[in-house]
């Protein structure tokens, strides 16, 4: 089992800046994939950011390309998010994932979610 710890969520006004982080334990943290993902009210979680296990890849939602930058601790066990020029948009409960596999996608029958931060972007 791995256990997931978001921090950092809060209130931010648009063009701001905020960084999220998410502590894991349970599991060799340079063995899972990790990311995050997000839910807006009324919407369907959506993909944010994944990056690998040595962090040489990476990828973003295009909605968050060039503003948000994922990164990760490995000595640390943990994994941020990066959030820049956000936007009421951006405005989400935000989920930190860790997946075993190599990659992060459907189906996501292994894989670990957080208990989620809230972000609020006010405009």
């Known amino acids: 089992q791995v256990q997931l710890v978001e921090t950092g969520g809060g209130l931010v006004q648009a063009g701001g800046s905020l960084r999220l982080s998410c502590a894991a334990s349970g599991r060799t943290f340079s063995t899972l994939t990790m990311g995050w993902f997000r839910q807006a009210p009324g919407k369907e979680r959506e993909f944010v950011a994944a990056i690998s296990r040595s962090s040489a890849y990476t990828g973003y939602a295009d909605s968050v390309k060039g503003r948000f930058t994922i990164s990760r601790d490995n000595a640390k066990n943990t994994q941020y998010l990066q959030m820049n020029s956000m936007k009421p948009e951006d405005t989400a409960v935000y989920y930190c994932?860790?997946?075993?596999?190599?990659?992060?996608?459907?189906?996501?029958?292994?894989?670990?979610w957080g208990q989620g931060a809230q972000v609020t972007v006010s405009s």
């Open positions: 994932v860790a997946d075993p596999r190599a990659y992060l996608g459907p189906p996501f029958l292994n894989t670990y």
